[in-house]
């Protein structure tokens, strides 16, 4: 049975998904966390009629932004349609709101919340991030470089742990209602305009040592042509083509065509190809 309520609490979710299954969500985290220098994982969803389901790993982190009413102030509880699709990198954000979010965060727990990626579709939006004791620009190029192991751990986080997934939708809030006509406001931009989020602010194709050239070509691939129709549509030779696909192979360690292109589609997925 779903449970869906503007009069619930915020604390409430906080309390029946994230306290009440915390050794199940560390437990579930604890390899990655180890591997990647994490300290906390969060996952939210929520729908185009405002429902919202949270869990996250730091109970104290979780009980304190609920607690806190941080809810209010942070920019990616917005409705979907304000939401965009892609890996958002949160450092120096232009919203003083989200500011005192990040800082209370820091001081309070030694997190620094790094990386969120955004997934939307035609019911709603999808939100998990992670955080770090460290912003450093290792740390960062190491989840850069990392993306992938990122992405299949989220897809196996529920597919491992159904119980949560349950929990979820047992437990959902009508956030629109709870927050207010400022969830129906455009977000502020995180970010400068026009900049690419991960081209240009987080330099990822420099992370994976990725020419324009070479992210030209991958979309082309993933998107399903061949190397003699790329080559048509950048004016190159096929021969060229065919040479660049070996380095690609070799800068992504993939050991076949097929891989590459998999690859391609799953940094397409991640939000990695903007539109030129």
């Not at 232009?94 to 820091?106: F, H, N, Q, Y």
């Not at 065919?242 to 993939?254: A, D, V």
Request: aromatic residues 12%.
């Amino acid at each position: 049975m779903c449970y869906i309520s503007s009069l619930m609490s915020y604390d409430s979710v906080i309390q029946s998904v994230s306290v009440r299954y915390s050794d199940v969500i560390n437990k579930a985290c604890s390899e990655l966390f180890r591997c990647l220098n994490l300290n906390h994982f969060w996952y939210c969803k929520i729908d185009n009629n405002g429902n919202y389901s949270f869990l996250g790993s730091h109970v104290g982190w979780c009980e304190l932004f609920a607690g806190e009413k941080f809810y209010q102030k942070y920019a990616y509880i917005k409705h979907p349609k304000y939401q965009k699709n892609g890996i958002h990198f949160i450092k120096n954000p232009e919203d003083p709101d989200l500011m005192d979010v990040l800082s209370s965060c820091k001081g309070r727990f030694q997190m620094q919340c790094l990386l969120s990626v955004v997934t939307k579709d035609g019911s709603g939006m999808e939100e998990f991030g992670f955080a770090s004791k460290s912003a450093s620009d290792e740390q960062i190029s190491l989840l850069m470089n990392e993306l992938p192991l990122l992405r299949l751990f989220v897809q196996n986080f529920f597919n491992e742990h159904p119980i949560l997934k349950s929990a979820l939708f047992d437990h959902q809030i009508n956030i629109g209602k709870l927050i207010g006509s400022s969830f129906y406001e455009p977000i502020i931009p995180i970010f400068p305009k026009n900049k690419p989020l991960l081209l240009q602010t987080m330099k990822l194709g420099s992370s994976l040592d990725l020419t324009d050239g070479d992210i030209e070509v991958l979309k082309l691939l993933q998107e399903g042509s061949s190397a003699t129709q790329i080559a048509k549509q950048i004016f190159r030779s096929p021969r060229t083509i065919e040479h660049r696909i070996e380095r690609l192979k070799e800068k992504l360690t993939c050991f076949s065509k097929a891989e590459l292109i998999k690859k391609a589609r799953e940094l397409e997925k991640m939000g990695v190809f903007y539109p030129t």
